[in-house]
């Protein structure tokens, strides 16, 4: 398996969910996915008006993925990975979009936690413990399914 994570600030919540509106497989966990989110995000941003990029979106692209898991056991890793870098208390919402090539994720997190505590930016930039992270994750997730599970997804 090949892991590829990608990092950077973001200034404006609705362009960035805009840009990935078009993806039906969604996770989050800010309170009700049929509200319009990007009035939840910003909700949370106001705490902090005097910072200028108050998200942050995480691209990871997965590919040499053998076999083909479920969105369910993808949405387990990232949210494995999410709980793992310590950013399970932030809000977020992820993205999950499969192809034949590749599984890619995107996670944009509101870095505002209260009116005196961010992430801050300088963290930016994978290190290998999280690509550790993604890879443990993905190898319990194999090791959970039965031989049989697996030929089946292999048939498909």
């Given at each position: 398996m090949r892991i590829k994570i990608k990092e950077t600030p973001i200034t404006d919540f609705a362009?960035?969910?805009e840009q990935l509106s078009h993806i039906q497989n969604r996770f989050c966990n800010l309170l009700d996915l049929d509200f319009n989110i990007t009035s939840q995000l910003e909700k949370q941003a106001k705490r902090r008006?005097?910072?200028k990029k108050p998200g942050?979106?995480?691209n990871v692209k997965l590919s040499d993925i053998i076999p083909d898991l479920t969105i369910e056991h993808y949405q387990k890793i990232?949210?494995?990975y999410i709980q793992g870098?310590?950013?399970d208390d932030l809000q977020y919402i992820g993205f999950i979009q499969k192809s034949d090539v590749e599984v890619e994720i995107d996670i944009i997190f509101n870095r505002i936690i209260s009116p005196d505590k961010t992430i801050s930016l300088r963290c930016l930039g994978a290190n290998w413990q999280q690509y550790q992270i993604?890879?443990?994750s993905y190898s319990n997730i194999l090791q959970s399914l039965s031989p049989n599970s697996l030929c089946l997804m292999n048939a498909r």
């Open positions: 362009h960035d969910l008006p005097s910072i942050i979106r995480v990232i949210i494995e870098i310590g950013w993604i890879r443990d």
